[in-house]
């Protein structure tokens, strides 16, 4: 008498490529984010929040930033990374200040792009922002304000 084998004969089919979220390339994407982060150091409220974690590692989160955006707008899946935690790390990150960053990253999408590129990423945006958001301030007394919407 043989013995069989105990586990399934279990195929996958690979999954259907997705389209990218928005007609943009790669180099678009790191001209995107390396003219907002200029932006960023330079803003009164948002900069030294950024250059106090930052200083002396911009560029090794530029890079990360491009691999991030990369993967939310292409859909390469090459970021890794905990956006909720490191966020929820910075101890002085007020409610506004997603405002402020969102408001920042809408002018610079705008100045570099025309509509039909910018209002798919501000969607994205947004949705990134309000996500980030809720899991630092969100609770059942404090909703989003309406600018997250």
Request: charged letters at 30%; zero cysteines; hydrophobic letters at 40%.
């Given at each position: 008498m043989s013995e069989r084998s105990a586990e399934p004969n279990l195929t996958a089919r690979a999954a259907p490529p997705r389209t990218p979220a928005v007609a943009i390339s790669p180099a678009e994407i790191?001209?995107?984010?390396?003219?907002?982060?200029?932006?960023?150091?330079?803003?009164?409220?948002?900069?030294?929040?950024?250059?106090?974690?930052?200083?002396?590692?911009?560029?090794?989160?530029?890079?990360?930033?491009?691999?991030?955006?990369?993967?939310?707008?292409?859909?390469?899946?090459?970021?890794?990374?905990?956006?909720?935690?490191?966020?929820?790390?910075?101890?002085?990150?007020?409610?506004?200040?997603?405002?402020?960053?969102?408001?920042?990253?809408?002018?610079?999408?705008?100045?570099?792009?025309?509509p039909p590129t910018v209002g798919p990423i501000v969607v994205i945006a947004r949705r990134i922002a309000r996500s980030l958001w809720l899991a630092r301030f969100g609770t059942p007394f404090n909703q989003p304000p309406a600018w997250l919407g």
């Open positions: 790191g001209l995107l984010v390396d003219r907002f982060y200029d932006d960023i150091r330079a803003h009164p409220r948002l900069g030294p929040i950024f250059e106090e974690r930052l200083a002396g590692k911009w560029d090794t989160h530029l890079d990360r930033m491009k691999k991030f955006w990369r993967s939310v707008l292409l859909y390469t899946g090459e970021y890794s990374g905990q956006p909720v935690v490191k966020h929820n790390a910075l101890p002085d990150l007020q409610e506004d200040d997603f405002r402020q960053w969102l408001d920042l990253f809408e002018a610079t999408t705008a100045a570099l792009f025309g």
